[in-house]
């Protein structure tokens, strides 16, 4: 029963207790009792169910399902994210796009749906799609339009929609004119046909891409317009690759090979590398390729530094999902947007009335190797830090914890850097890893070591959303490996595995490498809590892991933070700053 008092405490409502009760001592869903009590359920408002779980500063809608972010773009003083969603529910259905604006991409004001099926052309679903900006400041939204249910996942087209009124900074109207769709497959896969981007300018054309595949191929078709209307197939894929699958939302940019700032979408000069993202359906996550753009042929082709395949580089190692970059011209910067999906089960999110959030706005910009990009939470998160709590020099020894009190750490934002004397104590890294799936082997070692498995160097990190005694906590952790021939490699982990008690969530152990150079004995890690999402960034950015975690003990005032190590080698905090983030405005 102690449980029981703990979990209701500070509970919202009975409700909201007796559903968390139910599954720690059943460790069954939510749906059980819904199932039994489905009156009262219906009853009750979204509002007043289970919102345990929905997050403070992380954007999400006020309740249903919610999937990409689309076209997001500047205009007039605001910005502007569209998104996949579903008005009718909290499972994917009915997509429409939602629409808010904002004057700083952290608070947001919510609009009307944006583009809804009215037409012959999007009748059946008004899919993902890209934002372009033309001439004369006038914004294009170009998307996927639905206009048959079969073949499945339906007959896909592409249309354009132009704002109804060009001096409502809210661009609250769109009209999707009468000559759409303005792109149709002819020799394409109609059902995987889909997600157009961002159109660039050169050589007298805008360009932009689809994504497709054909068997396993996944394929991003290029197309040229003079005027934005009639649309011509260029001869050759701008990218394709075997044995992958399906290319969802492509994305594909330059970036400056110097500095941090970004580039509009058409720039060309000499400092200027592209980067090409695709979403893969058979895997589900994003992954890049750095690269160059051969104007004379009109494709993009990687540099041999970057794995083109499975085991490619990611934006993120965790639940991350159809990003969307879009270039920013007041602070010059390049923006990603990433969906983060539930690891909830269906009925759970039926539940709670909602599923998805959209993570935190990044910037973007080449790692000075210039084989990799870096990622940054956008500097406006910053103006929702509110108390802060500083550390310096704490020695942690093998199995030691260390806890940080003084946060609100169910909202929080942590940014700590961790040092050591020496490197001799790394575990040797097992060559048999070497027949684990490549794909996936960060994350496999990350399950098969985990933090329980004491090492040398590390497992060392934050214990984050932890419950008194740790019948529950998230650990984001690294460990040092030494190679034969003396090399280290360093891998970084966001492990779901012991995040709650119930038993029904997905709880992978996430893992990603970091290629860093060690001699300074240091890395750094920060990582952004919120109540259901855990948002990693080590080493300035250079592997990222996301992860959605549901703690049925560790909620609210119940929950704890801390760091850990439980490798032989003395783990020093040179510097923790650690800020509750205030609750932001959101829709
Ligand atoms: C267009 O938007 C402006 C600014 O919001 C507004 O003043 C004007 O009335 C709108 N025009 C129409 C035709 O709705
Ligand atoms: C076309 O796409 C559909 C939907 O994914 C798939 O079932 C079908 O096998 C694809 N056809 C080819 C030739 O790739
Ligand atoms: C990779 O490409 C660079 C030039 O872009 C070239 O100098 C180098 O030899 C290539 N390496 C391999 C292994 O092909
Ligand atoms: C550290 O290792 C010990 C021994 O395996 C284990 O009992 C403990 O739970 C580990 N600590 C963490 C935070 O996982
Ligand atoms: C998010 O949910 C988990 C658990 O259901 C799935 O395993 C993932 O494939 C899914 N991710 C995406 C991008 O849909």
Same mark, same amino acid.
């Given at each position: 029963m102690m449980r029981f008092f703990d979990t209701c405490l500070w509970s919202l409502t009975l409700l909201t207790c007796l559903l968390s009760t139910l599954n720690i001592f059943h460790g069954r869903g939510v749906m059980a009792f819904h199932d039994i009590h489905h009156k009262l359920y219906e009853t009750n408002s979204v509002e007043n169910v289970k919102q345990v779980y929905r997050t403070g500063y992380h954007f999400q809608p006020k309740k249903n399902w919610m999937n990409d972010p689309n076209a997001p773009m500047y205009y007039k003083g605001f910005y502007h994210l569209f998104y996949q969603y579903n008005p009718k529910g909290a499972v994917w259905g009915n997509i429409v796009w939602g629409h808010s604006v904002s004057k700083d991409l952290i608070n947001w004001i919510p609009l009307e749906p944006a583009i809804v099926p009215s037409k012959p052309f999007d009748r059946y679903g008004c899919w993902s799609g890209s934002a372009t900006i033309l001439p004369g400041d006038k914004p294009v939204i170009v998307y996927t339009g639905i206009i048959n249910e079969k073949p499945e996942p339906g007959h896909q087209v592409q249309n354009y929609a132009i704002p109804a009124n060009y001096s409502d900074p809210y661009l609250q109207k769109w009209i999707k004119p009468d000559n759409n769709p303005i792109i149709k497959p002819i020799h394409e896969n109609v059902s995987s046909f889909r997600d157009p981007t961002t159109a660039w300018f050169n050589n007298g054309h805008w360009k932009l891409i689809v994504g497709s595949k054909s068997d396993l191929r996944g394929i991003a078709y290029l197309y040229r317009s003079r005027d934005f209307i009639k649309w011509t197939k260029a001869k050759h894929p701008f990218h394709t690759k075997n044995d992958i699958g399906m290319w969802e939302c492509p994305d594909f940019y330059p970036i400056s090979s110097q500095g941090t700032n970004g580039l509009d979408t058409s720039t060309l000069g000499n400092d200027v590398k592209y980067v090409f993202k695709a979403s893969l359906d058979l895997t589900r996550f994003d992954y890049y390729t750095i690269g160059r753009y051969n104007l004379v042929k009109d494709i993009y082709v990687p540099d041999n530094t970057s794995v083109d395949g499975w085991a490619g580089l990611r934006y993120d190692y965790g639940n991350f999902y159809a990003s969307k970059t879009f270039f920013d011209p007041i602070k010059k910067r390049r923006i990603l947007w990433g969906w983060a999906n539930e690891s909830s089960t269906r009925s759970e999110d039926i539940a709670k009335g909602w599923s998805g959030i959209q993570l935190i706005p990044r910037k973007v910009w080449l790692d000075h190797s210039g084989h990799s990009l870096l990622q940054w939470p956008?500097? @406006? !998160? @910053? &103006? !929702?830090?509110g108390q802060k709590k500083q550390l310096n020099n704490v020695k942690i020894k093998k199995g030691g914890t260390f806890e940080v009190k003084g946060i609100n750490v169910v909202q929080a934002d942590i940014d700590v850097t961790f040092t050591f004397l020496s490197l001799d104590k790394a575990e040797l890294y097992d060559e *048999?890893? *070497?027949? !684990?799936?490549s794909e996936n082997l960060a994350k496999s070692i990350c399950g098969i070591r985990g933090t329980t498995v004491q090492g040398g160097l590390g497992p060392f990190g934050l214990l984050a959303l932890a419950s008194s005694k740790l019948e529950e906590y998230t650990p984001v952790f690294f460990r040092v490996f030494k190679k034969a021939g003396g090399k280290h490699k360093v891998l970084f982990c966001s492990d779901?595995?012991? &995040? &709650?008690?119930? *038993?029904n969530e997905y709880k992978p152990s996430f893992g990603g490498f970091v290629d860093v150079d060690l001699r300074e004995k240091k890395l750094s890690l920060r990582s952004l809590i919120d109540h259901s999402v855990i948002e990693s960034f080590a080493e300035g950015g250079k592997t990222v892991i996301s992860s959605r975690v549901y703690p049925t003990l560790a909620i609210n005032e119940n929950a704890h933070l801390h760091l850990f190590n439980n490798g032989s080698e003395i783990i020093t905090i040179e510097r923790l700053n650690a800020w509750s983030i205030k609750t932001a405005h959101i829709n």
């Open positions: 956008i500097m @406006e !998160l @910053e &103006s !929702l830090r *048999k890893w *070497k027949d !684990l799936p779901a595995t012991p &995040s &709650s008690l119930n *038993k």
